[in-house]
């Protein structure tokens, strides 16, 4: 039988480190995170081509700031779910600019109701969604940087058990044995 080759999991992060995955959003509770955040896009998103293609007129921008929403949704999603450093940047700015949106427009729609006379995914810090819009991005933000932290001190402890086996090799590279 042939062996299959060793998985990515269980690469080295660093040449000579440990056989241990780097942090990353998409793992762990973070892809219960990428899948809340994937289907609030997908309800975002088709919410607002209905609310458009059918009852533009009756209140364009809150149709409008559901589109705005569904592509920030779908942008967090693809962001958390790769995970790479750029992506998680990219994520971050969507999920506080969600944070936000969802803050003023909540509240615009609460303390002065005319100004949306239909629903949208954020009106009344998202009622609608059971207030999800208003939670998920502090849970987001919160995932976020709680793999950074990981990430931190996964790339420092990378970087001494590197310089732990290069003492190592250096120190066992053919000259004396220290006494004992």
Do not use: C
Not at 49 to 62: G, K, N
């Amino acid at each position: 039988m042939s062996e299959l080759p060793p998985s990515p999991e269980a690469t080295p992060a660093t040449p000579g480190g440990p056989t241990a995955e780097r942090p990353h959003t998409g793992h762990g509770f973070g892809r219960v995170l990428v899948a809340v955040y994937g289907l609030l896009a997908l309800a975002a998103t088709g919410r607002s081509i209905l609310q458009i293609s059918e009852y533009y007129d009756r209140a364009p921008v809150p149709y409008l700031l559901s589109a705005v929403a569904a592509v920030i949704y779908i942008v967090a999603t693809v962001g958390l779910a790769r995970g790479d450093r750029a992506s998680v940047r990219v994520a971050t700015i969507a999920l506080t600019v969600e944070l936000l949106g969802v803050l003023v427009v909540g509240a615009v729609s609460t303390f002065r109701p005319a100004a949306f006379p239909d629903k949208t995914v954020w009106s009344h810090f998202g009622q609608g969604y059971g207030f999800v819009p208003l939670v998920l991005p502090l849970v987001g933000l919160w995932w976020i940087r709680r793999t950074a932290r990981a990430t931190a001190a996964a790339d420092e402890s990378g970087e001494s058990d590197a310089s732990d086996a290069s003492g190592a090799s250096g120190a066992s590279g053919g000259g004396a044995a220290p006494s004992a």
